[in-house]
């Protein structure tokens, strides 16, 4: 998704066209990162967000597709759903994750979590603890 797509994003106009059922994602970033926007999560793609971590924030990231095993037309996609949260909150953390979990529980037609959640890591550049949350989608490979 282009700059100008997120801007236009968070400016509302498909966001509530989402909310209404008039807005159909185009890709399964798209789809996680309406879901979470809708229900109120504060979320970026990556790059986006500027400045230290003073509350709790989700980075959804395209991280790759990768072909089925002996498949030339079928794959899966892989998105990582990232966890900021303050260095003074860290308590706050483990609560947010099952709820960031649960919120996308309402994709389980589209993704599936892959069971790979990266631990607590310490992101010294936005002094915030991260977590990171792996899903999956199966998708017709792109030529």
Known sequence: MSEVNFKYVVSGDILQKYIDGLYKPRTVWERVFLLLKSKGIDVYSPGQHKGQCTSLYVVVK??????????????????????????????????????????????????????????????????????????????????
Request: proline letters at 5%; a negative charge; aromatic letters at 8%.
């Open 62 to 143: 395209n991280s790759g597709t990768i072909p089925s095993l002996g498949a030339t037309q079928s794959g899966s996609q892989t998105i990582d759903v990232i966890l900021y949260c303050p260095l003074t909150n860290y308590t706050s953390l483990e609560p947010y994750t099952i709820k960031i979990q649960q919120l996308l529980h309402e994709l389980r037609e589209f993704i599936r979590p892959t069971g790979n959640i990266i631990g607590v890591l310490v992101d010294d550049n936005v002094d915030a603890y991260t977590n990171t949350i792996e899903y999956q989608t199966f998708q017709k490979l792109r030529r």
